[in-house]
């Protein structure tokens, strides 16, 4: 059945594909806390050089989200979602063979974080593509895979290090990131005007009407505006704190005497509450508005991570996990719909992209700064209120950015 003959419209199979591909490579990723305490124990390495590992993923995986964003303009993300899961898959069998720290840096870190940077941004971006009025609820959806990943990630490793060591659950992982790859390699699509379709499902327009979707901004231009850098920089800012939970709480578990298996079962929790977050937090966007609900999501983390500072008993790590979980999902499903809000589908893979490049600095330097914070002064707690402090400064300058309509009714009055 050809994709303009099926019952269900093509767009939500695109959706489907997306999760997948988010899931696939989002599971790899957040399960490096599984691996925190194998790896420092068998290369004798300190947290900050342990925690590179993981920064070293998320900074490629955001930072090449822009070329990534560009060749799926060009080619379409099918080829690029299925080749970067393919590296991803690479990569884990270098690591498997590690010798010394180095090689888990080059096989994990740079392998997994080049495979998921080539394929995240073009799943997400081909979804927007395929919606208009349900945009919020397909995006919501799509990067719910992220939040699923991080739910199973996490404790399916480290049952399989327990079991067969971490060694061989990097193969396993490898073996079901190819699974992955194909699947979702399959599912997801160029834009539906390519298949002769109109995005959610509506008729195709008339030959010579103009297309549902506006072509929008180049790069080039996005790159001028206000609102793009008020993202970046928003983004950037939030980013320096956002990842040093995904490494650091299970550590920090086991600091306060509650065990290595509680403190992957709050990175499990972390992924609950990013789940729900998205499918939450997209749907109060009909509300606020996707700019106010943006801004929300840094009051939320900021405010998470300072109860984080101050929390030492279980209870208290559960309720930061699930709540700052839930605000980093909100904040990952907004974005991509908010930048389709402001700059619309031409390029939108590529915009995408350049926006994500900030949060990959972030990303790069905030978990490995925690972690040599911790080696330094025997604490995470200055790290935790810094990257607090920095999500203050973001909703801020969120709040006196212009919400979409006005900024673009603005912006063709003085064209």
């Not at 060749?71 to 899961?85: M, Y």
């Not at 180095?102 to 997400?124: D, E, F, T």
């Not at 060694?167 to 599912?187: D, E």
């Not at 996707?290 to 999501?297: D, E, G, H, N």
Request: charged share 10%; net charge positive; aromatic share 12%.
């Amino acid at each position: 059945m050809s994709v303009g003959q099926s019952r269900i419209f093509a767009g939500w199979w695109v959706v489907a594909g997306a999760f997948l591909c988010m899931l696939t490579g989002f599971a790899v990723a957040y399960s490096f806390a599984a691996f925190f305490g194998a790896l420092e124990s068998e290369f004798a390495a300190r947290r900050g050089e342990t925690s590179l590992v993981f920064s070293i993923c998320a900074f490629l995986y955001f930072i090449l989200g822009l070329p990534a964003g560009m060749i799926a303009d060009r080619v379409g993300p099918r080829p690029v979602v299925f080749g970067g899961l393919m590296l991803i898959a690479a990569g884990l069998v270098l690591a498997a063979g590690a010798t010394s720290l180095w090689q888990i840096y080059l096989g994990y870190g740079i392998g997994a974080g080049v495979g998921v940077g080539l394929s995240y941004v073009p799943s997400v971006a081909a979804v927007q593509r395929w919606f208009v009025r349900k945009r919020g609820t397909a995006a919501g959806l799509a990067v719910a895979g992220i939040g699923v990943g991080t739910l199973i990630g996490a404790p399916l490793a480290h049952e399989l290090i327990a079991a067969v060591g971490w060694r061989k659950t990097y193969l396993i992982l490898a073996a079901l990131t190819v699974v992955g790859a194909v699947v979702s390699g399959i599912l997801v699509r160029r834009s539906p005007e390519h298949y002769g379709l109109a995005p959610d499902g509506d008729p195709p327009a008339p030959k010579g009407s103009p297309p549902a979707i506006p072509p929008g901004l180049t790069l080039r231009e996005a790159v001028r505006t206000r609102p793009f850098w008020t993202i970046y920089i928003g983004a950037l800012l939030m980013s320096f704190g956002l990842f040093v939970p995904f490494v650091h709480l299970a550590p920090y578990a086991a600091d306060m005497g509650l065990g290595e298996g509680f403190g992957v079962l709050l990175i499990v929790l972390l992924g609950v509450g990013s789940t729900v977050g998205r499918f939450m937090f997209s749907s109060i966007t009909n509300l606020l508005g996707r700019r106010l609900s943006f801004a929300a999501m840094y009051v939320g983390a900021g405010v998470m991570m300072v109860m984080w500072s101050q929390s030492t008993s279980s209870v208290a790590l559960v309720i930061f996990a699930l709540l700052f979980g839930a605000f980093y999902g909100g904040f990952v499903a907004i974005a991509p719909s908010l930048a389709a809000d402001y700059f619309g589908g031409r390029a939108l893979g590529s915009v995408i992209g350049a926006l994500y490049s900030g949060v990959g600095v972030g990303a790069l330097l905030g978990s490995p700064a925690a972690g040599y914070a911790y080696d330094f002064f025997g604490s995470y707690a200055g790290a935790i209120l810094a990257g607090a402090a920095l999500c203050a400064v973001s909703f801020a300058i969120t709040l006196l950015m212009p919400e979409p309509a006005h900024w673009l009714a603005e912006r063709k009055r003085s064209s």
